[in-house]
Antibody
Framework: QITLKESGPTLVKPTQTLTLTCTFSGFSLSTNRLGVGWIRQPPGKALEWLALIYWDDDKRYNPSLRSRLTITKDTSKNQVVLTMTNMDPVDTATYYC????????????WGQGTVVTVSS | QSALTQPASVSGSPGQSITISCTGTSSDVGAYKYVSWYQQHPGKAPKLMIYDVNNRPSGVSNRFSGSKSGNTASLTISGLQAEDEAEYYCTSYTTSSILAFGGGTKLTVL
């Protein structure tokens, strides 16, 4: 059974750096063709893809946010970490991590999401 | 602004069929057979409904089907049920080796 869970601060101040952790079970990120991605959703708005890290440590970023994002993995801990610098109130959103299967080219398991509010 | 264009809303009565379009370009939808569709109920995480244009993951009803023509992909839901009322998002692999998302379509079951 594959599960993912996001964790991190619920409130950050403008200009601060956000660090989110995705802790997963039921698969290993050392397995071929797998990845873990981050997707966010501002209140009442559409999903926005942020970043993806593959089993072989290849990384992909949303071009519009590339300069602010870093994604890393700790295979031994079954965790993926996303950092986003210079947070702004427009970054207020629910942040999801999701299991990516290259064969499907899709995110087939999602975490419940974590709400992050950016406010002073 | 989303990379893929979806209608903001569609509606249908129970038992009817509806189709949601997802329009991209020759750099995404038109380039690959890697279009997926997700269903999202309010307050819930998205759920994968279709992958690779027209494949259903295990457990997804066969009332959901997908297709693609040129730069436009489509999701069809037949035999509409009240539980189908949700937001639907398309995604496509792109020539930049990333996934582009659509802006979402709110389905209302009348």
């Amino acid at each position: 059974q594959i599960t993912l869970k996001e964790s991190g601060p619920t409130l950050v101040k403008p200009t601060q750096t956000l660090t989110l952790t995705c802790t997963f079970s039921g698969f290993s990120l050392s397995t071929n063709r797998l990845g873990v991605g981050w997707i966010r959703q501002p209140p009442g708005k559409a999903l926005e893809w942020l970043a993806l890290i593959y089993w072989d440590d290849d990384k992909r970023y949303n071009p519009s946010l590339r300069s602010r994002l870093t994604i890393t993995k700790d295979t031994s801990k079954n965790q993926v970490v996303l950092t986003m610098t210079n947070m702004d109130p427009v970054d207020t959103a629910t942040y999801y991590c999701a299991h990516y299967y290259d064969i499907l080219t899709a995110y087939n398991y999602w975490g419940q999401g974590t709400v992050v509010t950016v406010s002073s | 602004q989303s990379a893929l264009t979806q209608p903001a809303s569609v509606s249908g009565s129970p038992g009817q069929s509806i189709t949601i379009s997802c329009t991209g370009t020759s750099s995404d939808v038109g380039a690959y057979k890697y279009v997926s569709w997700y269903q999202q109920h309010p307050g819930k995480a998205p759920k994968l409904m279709i992958y690779d244009v027209n494949n259903r993951p295990s457990g997804v009803s066969n009332r959901f089907s997908g297709s693609k023509s040129g730069n436009t992909a489509s999701l069809t839901i037949s035999g509409l049920q009240a539980e189908d009322e949700a937001e639907y998002y398309c995604t496509s692999y792109t020539t930049s080796s990333i996934l582009a998302f659509g802006g979402g379509t709110k389905l209302t079951v009348l």
